[in-house]
């Protein structure tokens, strides 16, 4: 199959010149272009040290996850033939508890998991990459932070720590059909009054203008949710001026804090490795009243969603709706918010349908019937205007993957670490993904390992998506969906008075108060889950105790 250079420079051209001072890797214009003997360290005279003993990846098990892992373990076992590398993912519907489990044990077999599922189990448990970072990988003959986009990596820079690698990059987008456009004369917004006009246009052409789920699943963790907290982003990016690590406080830094200034023109102007951010005095603020849940931006905000939702998402039905894509699958809807993962999984889709073979939905329980063929677009998140907004709509832009490792040894610890080295290189990511997409792995966006190749026809796919910035990444959403730390109670409270703004049952200034009363009621439960307590928000400057 022709395959070709999906190059990094997509994302990092977006971007540019944000990378350049705020971290210890070279800049993204000097990623070197490796060839294939560059990436196995051979012309590097870099030599890889041989290990014995066994790696044991329990990553979640997924469509083409299991073909990945075996393909990179098979290469790697090639160039380390004493180590035995073990592949036994774990169902993804109860992994929570099960690596909550493992961690607990005493002498866990388990190596590599994706440990952002651990919570706190795995506090000092793990292995910290950042005793690695600066090594020089042998499967590059560069430090091994120079292989990927490090500074996209999640750390915590005031304790040191890097516990997981996440080497896929996943964006939340906008997708419509291109053939109801046309057929409607709509076109594509840049502002949320432009998307209420393009939704008219749709409705009057006799189609559905967006499918989306509409019950409490989406409003916690699907696409409403995600759009609670993008538009709500958009509100409080100022408040960043409120909580973020001052002088004196335990995780400033004065060689990043020092220096950092707030530019809300750029959208990556906050991003963890410019600035700290401290939570006792985001908790304070909230507390004091200075961060405000019933502010006017709130009020912009949901004033809006009620233009849209749920008239233009299915009237009486889009709270009964669970399951976004048939419609939109079967041109009854023209427009669906989802990850990047659907550009490859409407691709595999469409190719099923070529070849006769039946479509399923997300669960993989119910065939999707009356799919119709059309081509896909897509586009980044309209941004409100009005009272209280403070800057452009950026969106859900993280990194994933969050492969950590269980600490042991440290010759054992250093062969696991030589593994993710193999695994993070342009060579072994390759032949990572290729396994993985023969056996029906969906990628969720462009790679993040610098010159990895894969199929020109998937990374084609990728080719026209931009990065605006991502709103995920301090607290600037904290209160977006309820009392901040998903506390359940106050989620479903949230779902229940969100319902009943939209369908008009009370107003917005009811709303608001409803909001504001809803984190008060519950934010001793949110500080606990943040391990802050009340006595810890009189001395926002020291580490919180929850004591």
């Known amino acids: 199959m022709k395959k070709r250079v999906l190059s990094m420079a997509l994302c990092l051209a977006m971007i540019a010149g944000v990378f350049t001072a705020c971290g210890p890797t070279e800049s993204a214009s000097s990623a070197s272009n490796a060839s294939g003997s560059e990436q196995s360290g051979q012309s590097s005279g870099t030599e890889a040290k041989q290990y014995e003993g066994t790696i044991t990846i329990n990553t979640q098990a997924g469509p083409g996850a299991e073909a990945a892992w075996q393909a990179v373990a098979d290469a790697y076992m090639e160039k380390q033939p004493n180590v035995d590398v ?33 919570g706190s189990a795995a506090n000092d448990k793990a292995i910290n990459y950042m005793e690695y970072a600066e090594q020089i990988s042998p499967y590059s003959g560069k430090k091994w932070t120079d292989q990927f986009n490090y500074e996209m990596q999640t750390r915590d820079l005031a304790k040191g720590e890097w516990t997981n690698i996440s080497l896929d990059s996943v964006q939340v987008l906008w997708f419509y059909n291109k053939d109801i456009f046309e057929e409607a004369g709509a076109e594509v917004p840049t502002t949320w009054d432009e998307f209420v006009e393009t939704c008219e246009k749709l409705q009057e052409h006799g189609v559905q203008p967006i499918t989306m789920a509409g019950d409490f699943n989406s409003f916690w963790s699907g696409a409403m949710g995600w759009l609670a907290q993008i538009y709500t982003d958009q509100t409080t990016r100022s408040m960043i001026n409120v909580y973020r690590a001052q002088e004196g406080d335990y995780d ?22 410019k600035v700290n951010q401290n939570p006792v005095r985001a908790f304070k603020a909230i507390a ?25 998402a299915g009237g009486d039905a889009f709270f009964g709706t669970t399951d976004a894509a048939p419609l939109f699958y079967q041109s009854k809807a023209a427009i669906m918010v989802d990850t990047g993962a659907r550009l490859v999984n409407f ?25 119709k063929q059309f081509e896909l677009g897509h586009f980044n998140m309209p941004s409100m205007e009005g009272e209280g ?78 990065f605006i910035g991502n709103c995920q990444k301090g607290y600037g959403q904290m209160m977006a969906r309820g009392a901040p730390g998903d506390v359940q109670n106050s989620l479903r409270d949230w779902y229940d008075y969100s319902q009943q703004f939209l369908t008009g049952k009370i107003s917005i200034d009811e709303w608001a108060s409803k ?33």
Not at 87 to 110: A, C, H, R
Not at 252 to 273: K, L, M, R, T
């Open 515 to 547: 909001h504001k009363e809803n984190i008060m009621k519950y934010l001793d439960d949110s500080l606990a889950a943040a391990t802050i307590s009340r006595a810890d928000l009189e001395n926002p400057q020291n580490e919180p105790t929850g004591k």
């Open 252 to 273: 400033y830094d004065p060689d990043v804090d020092g220096v950092w200034e707030y530019n809300v023109d750029d959208p990556f102007n906050d991003d963890a490795w």
């Open 347 to 371: 691709k595999l889709d469409m190719d099923k349908l070529s070849s006769g073979e039946q479509i399923m939905t997300g669960n993989g329980e119910e065939e999707i019937t009356g799919v």
């Open 389 to 466: 907004i403070e800057a452009p709509a950026r969106t859900l832009e993280v990194a994933t993957g969050f492969f950590g490792a269980v600490k042991k040894d440290k010759e054992h610890d250093a062969m696991v670490v030589d593994f993710l080295m193999y695994f993070s290189s342009a060579e072994g990511q390759g032949i990572y993904l290729n396994g993985g997409l023969e056996g029906g792995m969906a990628l969720n966006g462009p790679s993040l390992v610098y010159d990895v190749e894969i199929p020109g026809e998937y990374a084609d796919l990728f080719d026209g998506l931009t």
């Open 288 to 312: 004091d009243g200075d961060y405000k849940p019933d502010s006017e931006g709130m009020k912009t905000v949901w004033t809006n969603f009620a233009k849209i939702f749920p008239k233009y």
């Open 86 to 118: 073990v592949v036994d993912l774990k169902p993804s519907d109860s992994y929570g508890e099960w690596i909550q489990n493992m961690f607990g044990t005493d002498n866990p077999t388990s190596d590599i998991v994706n440990i952002n599922m651990a």
